[in-house]
């Protein structure tokens, strides 16, 4: 009970430190207390005024949610056919996408730049969803691959039998019975690519096609030669609410697609 407590601590006062942080301005932020003694919401009004933060929070609620969707179609076509058709080499190809993941961002950085700028993406919305895809895609193949796996032959051979093709025993027979793992894997890829910096700062140069991840970084003081901790933690806090929102609504069907690919039955 005590570990357990201790865990919620440390875990949860990350956030209790940057929602007291965004509410103080000049000396209250190195004061120990947690609460303000005078809070203030000058550091949320300055976040937006300052900049296009609206449009930043807009870019990166676009840019995840069709790689979410890209990703949760591709990869349930592509688990279908790693997890039900059998061919050759099928294990080497999975070992591959796997590998994939596996490689930190920087090494695959100047291949995707390439493939942008050969593809006339570069400072463009489209170019943050290419490039997230390659963050997800391996994970979200993997999840539902061993989902697919565990689904009754029975189906499949009933929907043969009816003449049902491939898309439509995809996408309107497993697909229903694959809602807690396609929740779950979703959650997961929209969190990856709402907190995406690196290819969000190498392939955008424009404020207005910025995700937040990148604006928060480069919210500057006018002089310059100061960090602006109040709104840094006032932009942080704006951003890590829709994820922890999104996480305590779907927590169930989150527990739920992860552990029901443990245990197969």
Known sequence: MAASLLFILLSVFPLLYALSSSFK??????????????????NYTGVFAEQPFAQNLLNSLLVASCVVALSLVLSLMAAWAFGRVQFRGRGVL?????????LPQVAVLSGMFELVRAFGLYDSLAALVFADLVLTLPFTVWVLVTFVRQLPRELEEAAAMDGVGVLTLVFRVFMPLLWPAMVATGLLAFIAAWNEFLFAL?????????????????????????????????????VTLPLVVLVVVFQRRIVAGLSAGAVKG
């Not at 000396?27 to 809070?39: D, K, V």
């Not at 999975?94 to 596996?102: G, K, N, T, V």
């Not at 190498?202 to 602006?228: K, Q």
Request: proline fraction near 8%; aromatic fraction near 8%.
């Open 94 to 102: 999975l070992m591959l996408i796997l590998s994939a993941s596996m």
């Open 202 to 238: 190498t392939f955008t140069l424009s404020t207005e096609v910025r995700t937040v991840p990148v604006a928060i970084a480069l919210i500057s003081t006018a002089s310059g030669f100061e960090l602006p901790w109040g709104r840094l933690m006032a932009a942080s806090v704006i």
């Open 25 to 42: 301005q000049g000396t209250g932020l190195f004061s120990p207390q947690l609460w303000p003694a005078a809070p203030t919401l000058a």
